[in-house]
C-alpha cells in the first residue's frame, strides 16, 4: 500500500478559496506554526498561470460553469464538491530537497496529462512545512516531508463535475501505479515502500493525530511524575 495522502478532500467553492490563501502562504506564515518563513522560497509553484489564491479561484469556477453549460448537473447544492485537493509526500523520509523535487515534478506532469490541463488548476510544492510529528502508526516522531498539493475538478466523462463518481476505489490503484512508474524512472524505486502502511492521511489529518498523541504522551508522563513524587513522599 503506498504511502501518499488520499485524493480525498473534496472541498466545496469556499474550501477551495481556503486551500488557495494555504498553498500561495497568503498571510499564513505568521499564523501557522509549522511553516517556516525562513524556508518558504523552497516552495515551487507548479502551474505559473496562477500567482494567487484569487486566480486560481476564478480559473476552477470558471471552468466549472463551461461544463455545466454542457453536462449540467441534477441539483446544484450549496456544498457541492467542485474541487479535488489531491496531496502527495516525497516518496522516502529524510531524502534531499532535490529529488524530492525532480520526483513531484514528474509526478505533476503525469497527473496533468491523467485528468487533463482544463481540468488541473493550481501546483505548488511546499517545502517549508516540515516539522517533527508523532507518527502513530509507528510509534514515534518522524520528519513531515516536502510535499506536493494540486487541484482537481473531478470531472467524469458523461457525467460532468460529479466528485462522487471521481473519487472511487479504482482511482486510488491507479494513482499508486501512476506514482510508482514516475518514482522508478527519477528515482530508481517504488513510490510504495513495501512496509504495507495504509495511506498516511492528509496533512492535516496528520497534524491532528500527533497533535492528540503528544497530549496522550504528555498525560503519560504527568501521571509517571505524579507516582514517583507519591513513593517519594
Not at 509549522?34 to 502551474?47: A, M, Q, R, Y
Request: with cysteine; charged share 35%.
Amino acid at each position: 500500500c503506498a504511502s501518499w495522502r488520499k485524493p480525498g478532500r473534496q472541498m466545496t467553492s469556499v474550501a477551495t478559496k481556503a486551500q488557495g490563501r494555504h498553498n500561495y502562504r497568503e498571510n499564513e506564515n505568521n499564523s501557522n506554526k509549522h511553516i517556516d518563513p525562513t524556508k518558504s522560497h523552497l516552495n515551487v509553484n507548479l502551474d505559473t498561470r496562477y500567482n494567487s489564491s484569487t486566480e486560481l479561484q476564478t480559473a476552477i469556477l470558471n471552468r466549472v460553469k463551461e461544463v455545466d453549460a454542457v453536462l449540467p448537473p441534477k441539483r446544484k447544492k450549496k456544498d457541492r464538491i467542485t474541487t479535488v485537493c489531491i496531496e502527495i509526500p516525497a516518496p522516502r523520509e529524510n531524502m534531499s530537497y532535490e529529488d524530492a523535487v525532480r520526483f513531484l515534478k514528474a509526478a505533476d506532469e503525469e497527473l496533468t496529462k491523467r485528468f487533463g490541463e482544463e481540468n488541473c488548476h493550481g501546483s505548488m510544492i511546499h517545502a517549508d512545512e516540515q516539522h517533527k510529528y508523532i507518527d502513530t502508526s509507528k510509534d514515534r516522531f518522524v520528519e513531515s516531508r516536502i510535499h506536493l498539493h494540486k487541484d482537481v475538478i473531478p470531472y467524469v466523462d458523461g457525467k460532468g463535475v460529479n466528485g462522487k463518481e471521481f473519487v472511487k476505489k479504482q482511482l486510488y490503484r491507479e494513482l499508486n501505479q501512476l506514482l510508482d512508474k514516475v518514482c522508478m524512472k527519477e528515482l530508481g524505486y517504488s513510490f510504495q515502500d513495501g512496509s504495507k502502511q495504509k495511506s498516511r492521511g492528509k496533512v492535516e489529518e496528520l497534524k491532528y493525530d500527533s497533535i492528540k498523541a503528544n497530549h496522550a504522551l504528555n498525560k503519560k508522563i504527568k501521571n509517571k511524575n505524579q507516582e514517583l513524587t507519591q513513593e517519594n513522599e
